[in-house]
């Protein structure tokens, strides 16, 4: 007696979605295995679905992308309005973007059900699967980032919902009442529930390891048993006549990929610097050496790296990834900035740091005083007054040096090669923008640079050079001060600048010591004017053993000005794959300039 095939009417249309609001509730996750392949071959990943597990963190308000693709704003379909867990499962609420009407429509149509996480794993947690061996990786912290409608979710049970009742595990059916068999029906002749058969189903698409979507269409189209299996024999017929191709695709994992480069930067900075505190990300790549990280990112973008060589691996590495160089990139900035903060510019701390926006002069207006308040007549009349303005310009010029990182020191795993060439640039990069200003500040035959009244920046007129050079003494100090305090401004009234450094030559750095020691008198004559009120700054640079300066704080009087192009402070790395050099070459390049802007903050003696 052949059988009575039962069927059962499936509505797709979800009946979540709100279309005023735009909305539509989704099961995102149901921590379905996955496979997935490392450098150790293939493995299940399994996601721990528990509020314990997940960070939810980030997911308000994250985006809903087109199939995961990330290269523009147009793959943004809309937003994820919020998430929680019900019943083992992760579900959340959709807005689909107004500029996506055609999208919306097909989701309320039940054209568009298939749904893809896209997260990041902070801690796993490693097992063996006892009936086949295999490896599983359970994410057992992990971030969600984002999510996608997509056509073929990794998860085949992540899809928009239909109902707003909590929905059934996968492959389950609603519980029905078993249909009884016909009167004097042998047992063996019982019909079939649809759960039954689509269970036979997989069974034989395991047993033949067909794919997910061989069973999908099969359940989907209500598929008979037999009809099963006379479509897995043509299956298996067209795999035999046909070469095999293997598509992996990764749709979920989801991870910055400039956060795994610096990562790996910091790590591999850690190996030359061990005194380095490392993040808790970059631990992971601590032990990685350079061909390691090489496997690593050839094997992330695809590249198949079994059975190449040394040679192959990082030549391939260089010229097919941008990872690679960037990774070293990120070493040898890191290297260089601590290098170049090590050793700061002595002058820098009598100087103001400001930014420029390109390589145009840069002009600074200066605003004198503003006028005296004068006492309003009987008649309520006010009079006006002006400001006396002044001006001084200067550009900022770029300096910059090539490294290189040869292939064979990369195959050597020779970091120290980078890293002792990228500290001396680093110190070189600080000790150029200190002689800079030495050599502005000496300039003009010790004078200084011209200013833009026509007079150098020490000059008599400025009221700011000693008339005759005398060494560093109480008196003398007393003098320069006394002079800093009587400047006027461009109205030509008093100003009283305040001296807070004393700049000195090595020469006279016992001297300066002495005259600016505290000590306790015991009478008037003993007691020091200067102790407490001046610091000291010692410039090895300077070329007078003689010269000695008074400055006051650049915070509160403009004078010496030193700049960087905007968003490019300190020395900067490009980097690209050698063509000259075997290997990797680094640009280091530095956009910088100073300038004086104002004299009335600084005092020179010539000494004696």
């Excluded at 200190?434 to 007129?461: R, T």
């Excluded at 050099?581 to 004696?608: C, H, P, S, T």
């Amino acid at each position: 007696m052949p059988l009575d095939l039962q069927t059962r009417a499936m509505d797709v249309r979800p009946k979540t979605l709100d279309r005023g609001k735009r909305t539509v509730e989704a099961v995102l996750s149901t921590g379905a295995d996955v496979q997935r392949f490392d450098l150790d071959g293939p493995f299940i990943e399994r996601l721990s679905v528990s509020s314990d597990a997940i960070d939810l963190g980030r997911s308000e308000g994250a985006p809903i992308l087109d199939t995961h693709r990330r290269d523009g704003i147009g793959s943004i379909l809309g937003r994820l309005v919020s998430a929680r867990i019900e019943g083992g499962k992760l579900i959340g609420r959709i807005q689909i973007s107004s500029r996506h009407d055609a999208i919306l429509d097909d989701i309320e149509e039940g054209i568009i059900r298939g749904v893809s996480i896209g997260y990041s794993v902070q801690d796993h947690r490693d097992e063996v699967d006892r009936s086949s061996g295999q490896r599983v990786r359970v994410a057992t912290k992990w971030t969600l980032v984002e999510a996608s409608l997509c056509a073929v979710p990794a998860d085949a049970a992540s899809h928009i919902r239909s109902s707003d009742m909590p929905e059934t595990n996968p492959g389950s059916a609603p519980p029905t009442t078993p249909p009884q068999s016909a009167p004097n029906t042998p047992p063996q002749q019982q019909v079939q529930t649809r759960a039954e058969i689509n269970g036979e189903i997989r069974s034989l698409a395991q047993a033949f390891e067909l794919p997910q979507s061989f069973t999908d269409g099969l359940i989907d189209r209500e598929a008979s048993v037999e009809e099963a299996r006379s479509a897995a024999l043509d299956e298996l017929q067209r795999n035999q006549s046909s070469p095999v191709q293997t598509r992996v695709t990764n749709v979920r994992q989801v991870e910055d990929p400039r956060e795994r480069v610096r990562h790996m930067g910091e790590a591999m900075f850690a190996r030359v610097n061990p005194g380095h505190q490392l993040s808790e990300r970059a631990r992971e790549f601590y032990g990685m050496t350079t061909l390691d990280l090489a496997r690593d990112c050839l094997t992330r973008s695809g590249e198949v790296v079994t059975g190449m060589s040394s040679s192959a691996l990082i030549t391939r590495a260089l010229q097919s990834t941008s990872d690679y160089p960037a990774i070293f990139a990120d070493t040898v900035n890191r290297t260089l900035m601590a290098s170049y903060q090590a050793a700061p510019a002595t002058l820098k701390a009598v100087a103001r740091k400001a930014t420029a926006r390109d390589f145009r002069r840069k002009t600074k207006i200066q605003l004198g005083e503003a006028p005296t308040l004068e006492k309003v007549n009987e008649h309520g009349e006010f009079k006006s007054g002006s400001m006396a303005e002044a001006k001084e310009s200067y550009a900022i010029d770029t300096f910059g040096r090539i490294i290189g990182f040869t292939r064979q020191a990369i195959i050597n795993d020779d970091i120290g090669a980078l890293s002792d060439p990228a500290a001396k640039l680093g110190m070189a990069a600080s000790e150029f923008e200190a002689q800079f200003l030495v050599d502005l500040l000496e300039s003009g035959s010790g004078n200084g640079p011209d200013m833009d009244d026509g007079n150098a920046l020490f000059h008599a007129d400025h009221g700011n050079l000693a008339a005759s050079g005398a060494a560093l003494s109480e008196e003398t100090l007393s003098a320069a001060r006394l002079a800093m305090r009587k400047q006027t401004g461009l109205s030509g009234k008093r100003i009283n600048v305040s001296p807070k450094y004393l700049v000195v030559p090595p020469e006279l750095e016992t001297t300066a010591e002495k005259l600016l020691a505290a000590i306790q008198p015991t009478n008037s004559d003993e007691v020091n004017p200067f102790a407490s009120k001046l610091s000291l700054l010692v410039e090895s640079r300077l070329t007078s053993a003689t010269r000695w300066y008074v400055t006051a704080d650049p915070a509160t009087v403009e004078g010496l000005e030193y700049s960087y192009l905007q968003g490019e402070e300190g020395p900067q790395i490009d980097t690209r794959a050698g063509f000259e050099i075997d290997g990797m070459e680094f640009k280091v390049r530095l956009d910088y300039g100073a300038a004086f802007l104002d004299w009335r903050g600084w005092y020179q003696n010539a000494g004696a």
